[in-house]
């Protein structure tokens, strides 16, 4: 009796033991990917949505290799699918730090270097309301192809996090006279998606504002519509890597700057330009940059 007790002792021991053997290689093996999306805020107030369905995305693994790679060359074994089903998004919502988490789960461990996104349902409802369906270049069939730089690492210590910026403003492009709504008579679709890996990059934001002088009192106002661009230091005659408009309240947030130092320059009618020079964005950290423009003489 004694005999069959210890046996089956030693049995659950060891059975015990392997669950957590099992348990540990699970960690191993396994971390938990989020991908958010937001959008560089569209710079004409003459839209009132810029919609768009994305119905599956998915990332190439590349094991434990770190290295970044624009080698095209992909085998359908190597990308996981992180997202099979239809989701509807106006981009114009998801603007000063809104984001849609469109995946968290748990995925292979190691590192991940390109995102594709197939989008279908295109189309940009202008503030009189007329609407604009427009053709999806291969998004639909092959995916937009997101370069992830520098590849995000999962492992089954921490969440990683990865931040896709939709551009509206260079993706969605108008034709005919932008001046004024009745212009415009359509849109060409150009998809331009930035992937940022939060673990390097850090978040710009501040007030536009303007002082004045009512009653004798000074008087802080928040202005809405400023543009607000970013550059890589000492090249503000080139294109901005990011823009961003105020709300309301004159308040702008900027996600996924990779860490480093930024020119940033907010320009709005009426109002004299104004530039912060060397921003110093750190990763993981909000930066403040306030602007207090002047009115043009």
């Known amino acids: 009796m004694k005999i069959k007790f210890f046996s089956a002792f ?11 053997s099992n348990d540990a290689n699970t960690q191993d093996t396994m971390g938990r990917l989020r991908v958010q999306l937001t959008d560089a805020p569209f710079p004409y107030d003459l839209i009132s949505e810029a919609n768009v369905t994305i119905f599956k995305i998915d990332a190439r693994y590349k094991g434990e290799s770190m290295e ?6 992909e085998e359908s074994n190597s990308f996981i699918v992180l997202m099979e089903e239809e989701r509807d998004f106006n981009l114009l919502n998801l603007t000063n ?4 988490t469109l995946v968290d789960m748990d995925v292979p461990a190691g590192s991940y270097d390109l995102i594709r996104i197939y989008v279908k349902g295109v189309n940009v409802v202008l503030n009189d309301g007329r609407t604009f369906d427009l053709k999806v270049p291969s998004g639909e069939q092959t995916g937009i192809k997101v370069f992830v730089k520098p590849s995000i690492n999962v492992s089954g210590e921490i969440s990683s996090d990865l931040l896709l910026d939709f551009d509206v403003s260079r993706s969605f492009i108008p034709k005919g006279n932008i ?11 150009k998809p331009v998606i930035k992937a940022s890996n939060m673990s390097f990059a850090g978040t710009l934001s501040g007030l536009v504002s303007s002082t004045m002088m009512e009653n004798e009192e000074i008087i802080i106002i928040g202005l809405e519509n400023a543009t607000v661009s970013v550059f890589e230091t000492g090249t503000l005659e080139e294109e901005p890597i990011r823009t961003a408009a105020t709300d309301a309240e004159g308040n702008y947030t900027i996600m ?7 020119d940033v320059t907010v320009e709005l009618d009426e109002y004299e330009t104004q530039t912060a020079e060397e921003v110093t964005i750190v990763a993981g ?3 403040t940059q306030d602007f207090d423009l002047v009115p043009v003489p």
């Open 285 to 287: 950290n909000n930066i």
């Open 97 to 100: 730090g809104i984001t849609e």
């Open 68 to 73: 970044d790679s624009d080698n095209d060359q």
């Open 10 to 20: 030693f049995v659950l021991a060891f059975m015990f033991v392997l669950g957590c």
């Open 256 to 262: 996924g700057l990779m860490a480093g130092s930024y």
């Open 179 to 189: 001046n004024n709504i009745s212009g415009i008579t359509g849109f060409n679709f």
